[in-house]
Every structure is written in structure tokens, then in C-alpha cells.
């Protein structure tokens, strides 16, 4: 009961993600759902709109107005430390693969190269601040960094039916 409890508690409820709009990609994706929704229509609830797809880089769970400002604070801080990382070179991500978590996300997976090495340090050293400023961020799961095109979880008849 401990266990659930503190689950409960520790219910993500925001996270911090890069948009992906190139539209090669938001493409390549919206051709995978509409072959998903071809073999099953009732998939078409569980897709993710190509407007919303992104890479998430870390979940919190932010309880009140002081956590949010603090969150906010902290991600202003991770600017800088980005900015710094960088140096001015941009991060190109690249996708190959689909997969899934428990039959219930479908996932694009991203292609190992030194830009997901840049972008797991990104991550790693945003959570650092976020954490220092007492915020919560993260799971135990470790980072694996995906582009989620499908969740079973936008309908709770999907999660039973399929």
C-alpha cells in the first residue's frame, strides 16, 4: 500500500521535450500511423498528432504554483549550460526503427551517433539542475530516448480491446 501510495504521489504530470517539426520526419511518422490505421481504424484514437511530437527529455511532478516558478528558474538556468554544451552546433537526431513499451506505445527509436550522446548529456545535466533546486525529475528508468508516434492510454476502450 506504501508502494502505491507513493506512486501516486509521484504522478508526472509535466516534462520538458524538443519538438521534432521536420517535416521529413512528421511525415515519415504520419505514413507508419496511417498504415497502423489502415489494418486497425480503431487505432486512429491512439495516434499522437504530428503537431505534438517531440522527444522527451525528463518528467517532474510540479504540485503547486512555488514548484512551477521554481521549474521554471531551473530551466532558465539549463539555457545557459546548453548553450555552453553546444557551442553553437545544432543537435541532428536521426530515427531508424520502430519499437514498442508493453504493447501498449509504439515508438520510433533514435539512431545511436555522437548527437544522442550530446543530447543524453543534455538530459543527465538538466535533471542535475532541476534536482539541485529540489525538483523532483525523472524516473529510476533510465533515459532511452524515443519518439512516440501511438499510446494505447489516450483511450481507455483502446487499452481493453486491443
Given amino acids: 500500500e506504501r508502494k502505491k501510495k507513493k506512486k501516486k504521489q509521484y504522478q508526472p504530470n509535466y516534462f520538458i521535450s524538443l519538438p521534432i517539426t521536420n517535416p521529413e520526419i512528421t511525415g515519415s511518422i504520419q505514413a507508419v500511423q496511417d498504415a497502423i490505421i489502415q489494418k486497425d481504424q480503431r487505432l486512429s484514437k491512439a495516434m499522437i498528432h504530428p503537431g505534438s511530437l517531440h522527444v522527451t527529455m525528463f518528467v517532474m511532478h510540479l504540485s503547486n504554483e512555488d514548484e512551477i516558478s521554481i521549474a521554471i528558474g531551473a530551466l532558465s538556468d539549463s539555457k545557459d549550460f546548453v548553450e555552453d554544451l553546444l557551442k553553437g552546433k545544432t543537435v541532428d537526431l536521426s530515427f531508424q526503427g520502430i519499437?514498442?513499451?508493453?504493447?501498449?506505445?509504439?515508438f520510433v527509436k533514435l539512431a545511436e551517433n555522437d548527437h544522442t550522446t550530446?543530447?543524453?548529456e543534455i538530459?543527465?545535466?538538466m535533471k542535475k539542475?532541476?534536482?539541485?533546486?529540489?525538483?523532483l525529475a525523472g524516473e529510476e528508468r533510465a533515459f532511452k530516448p524515443h519518439l512516440t508516434f501511438m499510446k494505447l492510454s489516450k483511450s481507455t476502450q483502446l487499452r481493453k480491446q486491443v
Fill in 99 to 106: 519499437d514498442h513499451f508493453k504493447n501498449e506505445v509504439g
Fill in 118 to 120: 550530446v543530447l543524453m
Fill in 129 to 135: 539542475i532541476f534536482q539541485e533546486k529540489g525538483i
Fill in 123 to 125: 538530459a543527465e545535466t
